[in-house]
T-cell receptor, first 112, second 117 residues
């Protein structure tokens, strides 16, 4: 049974810092992994999707990496801004299924 | 604007009430999903509809009843709920059906914040 863990649960950093959010999963047989952003009281927005054959994906200041063998993914945010404040969720789709298993998220606050 | 809308955005109901949540997607997608998000818990998949056919009922109590009249609309009918059912209910859709490609992502609506008194 796939389990997804995100550490830390909450993070507060000053503006301009580079930061790393972590996601770990127990079953390395995955189809893909996604990082989502959720603003308070709102739905999820997909940030990056990494297919199982890929090592990383980049979009603007965001870079997500995937290491299937160790069951880990990281989301790197460069030069953080107050507008980056949100909860970041990691979701894993295991091979042979269509379901995404979500972590509980990292709540990020970037201080001006 | 993600192309997935949900109404109402907020709902307060008593345990004896009957209400319905509505989701509509304007993206031409073939799969639609209901998720439950409770405080400090991961998103829980409740129901999946693939090309209007229900393909997943993730051990959800019968007081939650989904309906998918067409590929653009999804409802969640609620009756005799319990206070522990209070949560954010999220609807999502994806393009290629549940077996879609490796790059298919799910597009989420803004959610309905449900409070059961």
């Amino acid at each position: 049974k796939q389990e997804v863990t995100q550490i830390p649960a909450a993070l507060s950093v000053p503006e301009g810092e580079n930061l790393v959010l972590n996601c770990s999963f127990t079953d390395s047989a995955i189809y893909n992994l996604q990082w989502f952003r959720q603003d308070p009281g709102k739905g999820l927005t997909s940030l990056l999707l990494i297919q199982s054959s890929q090592r990383e994906q980049t979009s603007g200041r965001l870079n997500a990496s995937l290491d299937k063998s160790s069951g880990r993914s990281t989301l790197y945010i460069a030069a953080s801004q107050p507008g980056d404040s949100a909860t970041y969720l990691c979701a894993v789709r295991s091979s042979g299924t269509y379901k995404y298993i979500f972590g509980t998220g990292t709540r990020l606050k970037v201080l001006a | 604007e993600t192309g997935v809308t949900q109404t109402p955005r907020h709902l307060v109901m008593g345990m004896t009430n009957k209400k319905s949540l509505k989701c509509e997607q304007h993206l031409g997608h073939n799969a639609m999903y209901w998720y439950k998000q409770s405080a400090k818990k991961p998103l829980e998949l409740m129901f999946v509809y693939n090309f209007k056919e229900q393909t997943e009922n993730n051990s959800v109590p019968s007081r939650f009843s989904p309906e998918c009249p067409n590929s653009s609309h999804l409802f969640l009918h609620l009756h005799t709920l319990q206070p522990e059912d209070s949560a954010l209910y999220l609807c999502a859709s994806s393009k290629g059906g549940v077996r879609g490609s490796r790059t298919d992502t799910q597009y989420f609506g803004p959610g309905t914040r449900l409070t059961v008194l």
